[in-house]
């Protein structure tokens, strides 16, 4: 139950899939903030490879453990959610200097918005660095390995969903 003093963050995305980037990300972000909500996108992919209510089921499942995790999904503006959702701070992932020109001006645009919305940006573990969710899909989709770069949850999903076995 969220007090008066809980500080929340969202960790905004589509999360299709979730990679060990994010859960990374996650669970270190997790060290800093009462509560960490995972804002699943809605409609931001036209041909995603997991429906919403499975990247729901699949986030919950790997974070069951991590009690201050929630997942939830959202659409519009993202600054509208967080007033919602009474959150002071957006986390976002940083991997490469070529992300942080879009990462900044979305900063820039939602703190014009809503001033009091912090965004915290994170850098995930070296190993993961490079790693996409369009990345994975596309290695995944072409019969590539990608046990180590997704939670062993999501795998088997990607397993289920697309009726690839492991080689």
Do not use: C
């Not at 994010?22 to 409609?43: C, E, Y």
């Amino acid at each position: 139950m969220k007090t008066m003093n809980d500080v929340v963050a969202i960790y905004p995305g589509s999360f299709d899939p979730l990679t060990n980037g994010h859960v990374d990300i996650i669970q270190r972000g997790s060290r800093f903030f009462d509560r960490i909500v995972i804002g699943i996108l809605l409609n931001l992919e036209k041909s995603p490879l997991f429906t919403v209510p499975e990247r729901v089921s699949i986030a919950r499942e790997v974070f069951r453990e991590w009690p201050n995790v929630e997942v939830d999904t959202f659409d519009g503006l993202l600054v509208e959610y967080a007033r919602r959702r009474r959150a002071s701070a957006l986390i976002r992932g940083l991997r490469a200097v070529s992300d942080f020109e879009y990462e900044f001006q979305m900063a820039l645009m939602n703190r014009h918005l809503e001033p009091t919305l912090e965004t915290v940006f994170m850098m995930p573990a070296e190993q993961y660095t490079y790693l996409s969710s369009r990345l994975i899909k596309e290695v995944f989709s072409l019969g590539g390995e990608v046990r180590g770069l997704v939670p062993s949850t999501v795998e088997q999903w990607m397993r289920r969903k697309t009726k690839v076995q492991p080689v």
